[in-house]
């Protein structure tokens, strides 16, 4: 019996047709997040750095000496710090990177001890009254530059609690009312007019501190406004910026 042609097997191709491998398509938003994570830590870098630096000039040269250029030095600094912080805002709340924020944390705590650091510094200069008032504005405005930047820090990471960094300021400022109990009324030798300017840095700094210790919400409009621009497209992981 003849059997058909059909229902022979068929051998297989000597060659088969080779598929083509598939090529990886580059992630174009993680490239972009780490570019803007570079960009804003190069630049908060630099403005944290320059800013230590113009601190310790004013301290061992003396506020007259550091005079010239310094509005210039001022505005750089701020120029540099507001680029790094509005890129790192981006690069958080836009493209959702989650390695910075840990970072902005370190910088926070960082810039605390920094703070703190500054007003021990103060506080022995103080202690001492060797100062003019020029000299006293520009303790008082170093202080109030550093909280800025302290503020700034956490503004940046969504859901960030500042009441623990309120804990250190309000020691030192226990700290320096002692000083002041010691230095008026168990020293011969003090000024009465310098009292002022001890006063007002502590009542500038406890205030400050008490605040974020109480965590009432004077920052929710300005982080309002801010989830406000990332939220309005999409949720805060990246969705509202493409």
Request: hydrophobic share 55%; charged share 15%.
């Amino acid at each position: 019996m003849a059997t058909s042609n059909d229902s022979l097997p068929k051998d297989r191709p000597l060659t088969e047709r080779k598929t083509q491998p598939r090529r990886k398509r580059v992630d174009t938003r993680g490239l972009l997040s780490i570019a803007l994570l570079i960009v804003s830590l190069g630049a908060l870098t630099v403005a944290m750095g320059g800013a230590a630096k113009l601190v310790f000039d004013i301290f061992d040269e003396g506020v007259a000496n550091s005079l010239d250029g310094l509005w210039a030095k001022v505005v750089a600094l701020a120029l540099a710090y507001f680029f790094g912080w509005v890129i790192g805002l981006v690069c958080i709340r836009g493209f959702g990177n989650l390695v910075y924020p840990i970072i902005v944390k370190i910088y926070a705590w960082s810039c605390l001890a920094a703070v703190s650091i500054l007003y021990l510094k103060i506080i022995q200069k103080l202690f001492i009254q060797k100062y003019d008032g020029l000299h006293f504005w520009a303790y008082l405005l170093m202080l109030l530059g550093g909280l800025t930047v302290l503020i700034g820090l956490h503004l940046l990471i969504e859901g960030h609690d500042l009441r623990p960094f309120a804990i250190p300021l309000l020691i030192i400022s226990v700290l320096q009312l002692f000083v002041i109990v010691f230095r008026y009324v168990f020293t011969v030798d003090a000024d009465s007019m310098r009292l002022f300017g001890d006063l007002a840095i502590f009542i500038v700094m406890i205030s400050i501190s008490a605040l974020m210790l109480m965590h009432i919400g004077i920052l929710s409009p300005v982080r309002a406004q801010i989830d406000g621009i990332f939220y309005q497209n999409g949720n805060g992981n990246g969705n509202g910026v493409e």
